[in-house]
């Protein structure tokens, strides 16, 4: 009788399962899967598996008293609580990145903290977003970033009129180096040709922006004044649009220094005069400040994003400080462009646009405002309030910004 009660004992640990082995399967099968442990809605001790495919890439999940909470580790591990929350309970629930004492059974290294994450527990989660299969048909993604037809006809066309621009600009290189710059002091020529380029990439590929109040640019040219055009930024797009806003002016864009390493257009930037601010270098800047304000004297508009980076959200970034000293300096007026949806043609994620910007991005003119008489951040804080008028909620700043 003792050997039969030793089996039978050894057949019910051969049978028995154990949390933590079932964890450590789970951990090591489950890639693609992660599973959660949740108690029985019934007040029994037993528990209950259920695969929660809704959980994100990098996200695993730990039910405390409040339901669910997020924590940055591998999608794979499994926690185990002793709450007594129901599964009914967790239909609908919305956290914070705080998690219950029972932590992961492998934790992993925090990265990042999930804020405000909203979930519905037995609801698809789609983290996927940033694939390709979720950007359309036929979009692929390279290490430049994604592409489809559109964005490679973009492409296309943008570089076959680069090569006759770059044989242009070739040419007024050479002349500026012959006449020791002489020739053309005000440096209208190669901004004449790159406009040509900006206009007929835009036409050919459909991309030209509305723009609304040219009646207000119309009157400020015809007064014959020059003023410093500013406009929020989150796209590249942004840069065509507000020469194309600004017309066939003699306009010099402050950017960074970077741009100067961009194939044909650093060649651009560097012949057409164009103040390029190095911000590493304080020197720089002086100088840049100096030849910014000497073109404003000299009739040559200026154009400017002074978020200094585009906006990866879409939303209007802080403006950097200084943004508006060129203008403010020489007393010019300064023209607020808002820019509406240039991002969604042209994600930051994207190497060309991804589709046609007419009838999805426009270009709203404000009425210049007056540099004269105010300091420099009344100046800056009339601009931005100016800027957000035009835009619409989703690329308006957040309050705490």
Known sequence: REKERKKEREREREMKVYPIAITFIFSIAGQSTAFTVLPSSTSTTTTTLVPTHVVPSG????????????????????SLTSTSTSTSALASTSTTSSTSSSSLL???????????????????MDDSSSSSSNKGLFTFQTKFGYLNPFAIYYGLTSILLGLPWFVVLTMCQIMYKITNNAWDKMRRVPIFFSHIWGVLLLRLTRSYPTVEG??????FYKEGRTGMFVANHNSWMD?????????????????????????????????????????????????????????????????????????????????????????????????????????????????????????????????????????????????????????????????DE
Not at 341 to 360: I, L, Y
């Open 59 to 78: 996200v695993a999940r730990s039910i405390t008293s409040h339901g669910f909470s997020s924590k940055h580790g591998p999608t794979t591990a499994l």
């Open 214 to 219: 040219m009646e207000i640019l119309d009157k």
């Open 106 to 124: 492998f934790p992993q290294p925090r990265r990042k903290t999930l804020h405000h994450l909203t979930a519905t527990a037995l609801s698809p």
């Open 239 to 399: 840069i065509p649009f507000m020469g194309v806003t600004v017309g066939w002016r003699n306009y010099k864009l402050i950017s960074k220094a970077e741009l100067g390493k961009v194939p044909i257009l650093g060649k651009a930037i560097a012949l057409g005069g164009h103040v390029m601010v190095d911000r590493s270098d304080r020197k720089s800047q002086l100088k840049t400040l100096k030849m910014g304000m000497q073109w404003l004297k000299d009739g040559v508009h200026l154009c400017a994003f002074p978020e200094g980076t585009r906006s990866k959200t879409g939303r209007l970034l802080p403006f950097k400080n200084g943004a508006f000293k060129m203008a403010h300096k020489v007393g010019a007026p300064i023209v607020p462009l808002s820019i509406v949806a240039s991002g969604k043609a042209h994600p930051s994620d994207w190497m060309f646009p991804r589709m046609k910007s007419h009838g999805v991005c426009k270009v709203i003119v404000h009425e210049p405002i007056e540099s004269e008489g105010r300091t420099e951040e009344e100046l800056a804080e009339l601009v931005r309030n100016a800027i957000i008028d035009g835009l619409p909620e989703d690329q308006r700043p957040l309050p």
